[in-house]
T-cell receptor, first 113, second 112 residues
Framework: ETGVTQTPRHLVMGMTNKKSLKCEQHLGHNAMYWYKQSAKKPLELMFVYSLEERVENNSVPSRFSPECPNSSHLFLHLHTLQPEDSALYLC????????????FGSGTRLTVV | LAKTTQPISMDSYEGQEVNITCSHNNIATNDYITWYQQFPSQGPRFIIQGYKTKVTNEVASLFIPADRKSSTLSLPRVSLSDTAVYYCLVGDIYNQGGKLIFGQGTELSVKP
């Protein structure tokens, strides 16, 4: 257990479905992040939340919608995804402006069929 | 953020010392060097961080020469469980705006 918990671990969804990924951290961090990792590719930063405000959106398609209701929880709402969106989605948290020690969750393996 | 260059892959055998070098020619004065380890289907895990000279913890050592244009992660006596991807990241940890940008990493394969 890393202190960052992601659910579900695995998700299979159709292109017309709506689903949400959940991330929860118990480390008292004030920043949270969503990353996407496709097969054999580096991690891609998707969204950054600092003090519950979105501060970064790296040209992510609108079919991905993040939500950060409080500093401990982060969601990624998914709708009308494409097969190429299949990937490992990783959540991370940090104490911003403190150190570079990000804590990652184990990820959600998403398959879009 | 300074760009980093690492070997794409490395092979080793159990019990050997493994050194992975990362080049970061454009490192800035305020930049720190951080290494992460990632196992398949898991999130990256923080290994070690340094600014200059040598840093050692229970997992690894980090060697940084005086010019700081490169760094070397040293894993002593690797085992099969050290097979993973290792990422080198360089950035100003106090003013990097909360962005952690990963490169390709080095895929280390440890054989029996």
């Amino acid at each position: 257990e890393t202190g960052v918990t992601q659910t579900p671990r695995h998700l299979v969804m159709g292109m017309t479905n709506k689903k949400s990924l959940k991330c929860e951290q118990h480390l008292g961090h004030n920043a949270m992040y969503w990353y996407k990792q496709s097969a054999k590719k580096p991690l891609e930063l998707m969204f950054v939340y600092s003090l519950e405000e979105r501060v970064e959106n790296n040209s992510v398609p609108s079919r991905f919608s993040p939500e950060c209701p409080n500093s401990s929880h982060l969601f990624l709402h998914l709708h009308t995804l494409q097969p190429e969106d299949s990937a490992l989605y990783l959540c991370a948290s940090s104490q911003e402006r403190d150190n570079y020690g990000y804590t990652f969750g184990s990820g959600t393996r998403l398959t879009v069929v | 953020l300074a760009k980093t260059t690492q070997p794409i892959s490395m092979d080793s055998y159990e019990g050997q010392e493994v050194n992975i070098t990362c080049s970061h020619n454009n490192i800035a004065t305020n930049d720190y060097i951080t290494w992460y380890q990632q196992f398949p289907s898991q999130g990256p895990r923080f290994i070690i961080q340094g600014y200059k000279t040598k840093v050692t913890n229970e997992v690894a050592s980090l060697f940084i020469p005086a010019d700081r244009k490169s760094s070397t992660l040293s894993l002593p006596r690797v085992s099969l469980s050290d097979t993973a991807v290792y990422y080198c990241l360089v950035g100003d940890i106090y003013n990097q705006g909360g962005k952690l940008i990963f490169g390709q990493g080095t895929e280390l394969s440890v054989k029996p």
